[in-house]
């Protein structure tokens, strides 16, 4: 059995979805796979043998606004008969259709269709027709297909049985891709333990960089192994953010603890181009007896660089969203990497505003969060860490009991010792092992009022609308109540019809936060910093509302 694992690289919010794949700041588009195993057609009555020649498979991105479908099958014949029963089992070169979906959109917004056409007597008939949404997308690879009925459009056919589903990846073993991983039975048992690669934690994970000769690799081959007793608290689907600014040390300790080998960089330009998702290989930090590994490592892009022409809050938004495209439940710490410094500099605040995104508003994530220090400019190790716990109490209005929780750690690695590096990774395993609860990672399904923006609140944009104010009709004014618009650009407000919000269609137009991200001809909103968000929820099925929250009028 081989399952096969895609490459996820994000590091921006981007609304084009037809960026150039070589690029190396990828859009926020999943790559999945829509596998169909098997079709049956349930006749009122008893078929004849060759009254229904073959069906053939289309698939159309949704809203259609091409001619051309995205992809179709070859004619398949029928694999069986029997009575008013026509299976239909799908070969494998006709079985798999990739599905670039957007991570942006709504779970159970229908991003594709799938129409499913048949020869009979002679003549091409739409049989049926379904939709495909983020929603479809199966958590672990290697689960079953499910058997699911969808309703005939023909009245000869009285119902549609199908068997598919839809995954992360791309299963085709014979396209020659850098980005995939192929895991098989036999490789964890016959390659180097270093080099297995496993399924842990349901996760999308990527592989390890290409070793580079000139890099000096981490001896993972005679670690003495961690007692048990020693095992952090971990649980499945979880990870570990490792976070800071370019040349901290980011990579360098995802690889010390994980035993991989991505490429480092030592200068202030970045090396890591795009988020990516590690395993652990360590074979020390293989599963326990209760079925738990240790976390996978999110190595994200670096912060605060001169030359990006990304902000912090684009480049959170993309952390953000691989965690959650990656089915990433729990967060088990963030690693803040940072170089020593005493004194409370804005970029230690801003990237303090970055980690505490990772938590749900009434969650404490500076209990799991864990300073390493690069190298230290004093002797005294509080020192060391003083302007980053500033940065903190600053932002959590000095409460000291938040900063008190936070682990502070600092070493020297000396890779021509391999002392250094044990002593270092049981120092980061101690701190994760202080970890008591992870972070659970919730993303929420809300709308703002204001400006008509979906997903959660951390992963919409900085832009928002004004404020409402009133203004006269250009018709009917002495006749018709005022008309409510948003005070900045003058677009039409959101209002409720009928008791449902009907969102405005104005693009937002000032920013109401992240101020340091703005830019040249952008607008700051004068005292809003937030969105005004509410849940979110389809009506009927098919139109979008908001469920106001009570109290609302």
Known sequence: MSIYLSKIEMARDITDPETDPNQDVHTNVVKATFFLEKIILLSNKKVGQDEITYIQVHLSKLPKNRSVNEESSEHIPPTSQLGSEITFVIPKAEAFFPLPLRIDALDDLEQYEVELEIMKNGERKLVGAFGICLADIESQHFQKTKLRKIDSQMKSIQAIEIKYKVFEGNPNPLVQNTNLIQVSEQDTTQQHQGKAEEIRNGAILNSHENDTTDEKLLDVTTLNKLTEKCRPNFRKNSCVVVLGTTGRGKTTTMNLFTGNTASTGHASHSTTKANQLYRDILPEHWESEDGVGYPVWLDTVGLDESDADVTNGDLVRSYLRVLQ????EWVHAVVWCITPEDKKLQYLKDQAEVIKMFGEKSQNIWKNV?????????????????????????LEGGHQDIVSSIQCLEYDLDFENKETSDNARQMINKAFWNIKEPIRVVFSNQVCQDCGQKGDERLISDFCHEAKSEVERKFFSSYLPKKSVCSSCQEDWSRKIFGRWSFTEGLPCVRIRNRKDIKQGETMARGKTMHDMVKYKPLFGFLNCAQSQPGEE
């Open 325 to 328: 495209c990656s089915r990433i």
């Open 370 to 394: 864990v300073i390493i220090a690069k190298e230290g400019k004093s002797l005294s190790h509080d020192l060391n860490f003083q302007g980053a716990l500033a940065a903190v109490s600053d």
